[in-house]
């Protein structure tokens, strides 16, 4: 069997992937917050995640492992942006929900098994709580419940630090009521105008991190192999995580494996709406950048790394999956990937070194490795090619204006035939003139638009 390897950044060390259960491997990410659009960041460990799912299928079995990535409809940046446009919770985390499935399918990633909702599991969050008061690792203040950071001995562990350390160099609220800085809220209360659920402190709502808590236990168990998301939860989303569920469940690990992924920059520079260089899926997408170039361009970057988005990035990504699915036209699959893409993704999740495997196998000719190797990262699926194809309206656009240019040609129209090509070379259509005609095909930067703007201005 394949032997994975996997940076954990509990340990800090690349170890050797053991299964809890190796029929049944359990992942857990942390989801969206559905008040808004998925920026281009949140895209990324989704992405991680998936490559990562689809390697311990292809090695352990399809049936074999369970993947969990849960929504959180209970926060109040939900509930700021319902009081801002007098929508109701309710329609707005309905939207943002579809929107995060439509964004997320574009880019190719398969849903997980289970995509539990925050509301779904406030009896198991109550509950949980309970049991941390009566371990005396939580208290009751104000209307509020509370994580006695200092009753677990091995808070910071995850993220490397000491307490001391964090009240220090972090921003922490300074509540009254707290016993330390660094305690973090278990459970709030609700006014008349927030959500709220009875509780025995009250009505009120869960904090965030004791949402992810319940759902993964809920649904993995106690224990489970691997646990992940962005760099940015490390701390303290994810140190709060392991300490409220290791304290409520004494005999179980929480996550073995926890990993995490870098951070992402566009043009060298932090993503900011500042800056002016913040922008969501969507925004990609409705420009015409295809969800599969996304992908390729996020996969070139191992994950441990910064992933510097570019538009030449971007155009490059196109222009190799426009070559490579010509390459593999009318081609079946091989059996299975290339053995050289298993070992990259299995050293770590090396995504950019597997796309190496595939230049090579495209180099060679390949096409059934290529298509084989390269569908085992989420490239070249059947699905998700609608985009290199012109269509049967842009094929025969581009038809009429062959024939326009045969035309000119033959009246000696030398300034229309040259408008036509040089308007395919700016819509993104490259023309070869061969002994059996003209043939064309898309390249990067097709734009139908264009193409029917040309078509408009010389009358094809």
């Not at 800090?12 to 998925?38: Q, S, W």
């Not at 960041?41 to 074999?64: E, I, S």
């Not at 997980?112 to 941390?132: F, G, K, S």
């Amino acid at each position: 069997m394949v032997e994975i390897r996997l940076t954990n950044t509990r340990t800090r060390k690349k170890e050797i992937f053991t299964p809890l259960d190796d029929r049944n491997i359990r992942l857990y990410l942390c989801g969206p917050t559905v008040y808004d659009r998925a920026h281009l960041g949140n895209a990324r460990p989704v992405l991680v995640f998936d490559v990562l799912v689809r390697l311990l299928r292809h090695v352990h079995g399809a049936g074999h492992v369970t993947y969990v990535r849960n929504f959180t409809d209970v926060e109040d940046k939900i509930n700021d942006r319902a009081a801002a446009t007098g929508r109701t919770i309710h329609d707005i985390t309905e939207e943002t929900i579809g929107w995060y499935h439509d964004d997320m399918d574009a880019l190719g990633a398969d849903r997980p098994d289970h995509e539990p909702r925050a509301t779904d599991y406030i009896t198991q969050m109550v509950a949980m709580i309970e049991t941390l008061i009566s371990r005396c690792h939580a208290y009751v203040a104000e209307g509020h419940v509370l994580f006695d950071v200092r009753s677990f001995p091995e808070y910071g562990r995850l993220s490397g630090r000491s307490v001391d350390d964090m009240i220090a160099g972090a921003r922490v609220e300074v509540a009254p009521f707290k016993r330390d800085p660094m305690d973090f809220v278990l459970w709030k209360p609700s006014d008349a105008d927030t959500p709220g659920w009875d509780s025995p402190w009250g009505r009120g709502r869960p904090g965030w991190h004791i949402e992810c808590s319940a759902m993964s236990a809920a649904l993995l168990g106690p224990s489970f192999d691997i646990h992940g998301g962005g760099i940015d939860l490390q701390f303290p989303h994810h140190e709060n995580e392991v300490a409220q569920s290791c304290c409520a469940h004494p005999d179980g690990d929480f996550a073995r494996v926890w990993l995490h992924n870098e951070m992402l920059q566009v043009e060298g520079k932090k993503m900011s709406k500042s800056l002016g260089n913040f922008f969501t899926v969507r925004d990609l997408l409705d420009r015409g950048v295809p969800g599969e170039v996304i992908r390729f361009v996020m996969l070139s970057t191992h994950y441990r790394k910064p992933m510097d988005w570019t538009e030449t990035k971007a155009q490059e990504a196109e222009a190799v999956l426009r070559r490579w699915r010509g390459l593999v036209a009318d081609v079946e699959p091989a059996s299975s990937p290339a053995p050289a893409v298993i070992d990259a993704l299995a050293d770590d999740l090396n995504t950019a070194g597997a796309i190496a495997v595939l230049h090579e196998l495209a180099g060679q000719g390949d096409g059934p490795a290529l298509l084989a190797s390269a569908r085992m990262l989420g490239l070249l699926l059947p699905q998700m090619g609608a985009w290199a194809e012109a269509g049967e309206d842009a094929a025969d656009l581009i038809e009429a204006l062959l024939a326009a240019r045969a035309e000119a040609r033959k009246a000696r129209d030398f300034g229309r035939a040259d408008a036509i090509r040089d308007g395919f070379k700016a819509a993104g259509v490259e023309v070869k003139d061969t002994a059996q005609g003209a043939e064309w095909s898309l390249t990067t930067g097709y734009d139908a638009a264009k193409l029917s703007e040309l078509a408009r201005s010389v009358g094809a």
